[in-house]
């Protein structure tokens, strides 16, 4: 069995970022909520936008478990 170990800081499920921003920004720059579609153009666009951290998103490659998880890195 292969064991894949996530950091719960940079690591998140789709459902865990837009939560994760909605907390962290309450709302985007057009005063709504940020939404699961947010969440796939920022994952297919490769990062956040620079008002939102700009971090870069990676799809971790999880067969084993079946959930697609989201790594971000943050620009230091």
Known sequence: ????????????????????????????STDRPFTNSDIYMYTKRGYLPDVYSGAKIEIVKTENIGIKVLRLTFKN
């Open 1 to 28: 069995m292969t064991t894949i170990k996530l950091n719960p800081e940079t690591d998140f499920t789709p459902s865990q970022l837009r939560d994760w921003l909605n907390k962290t920004y309450s709302t985007k």
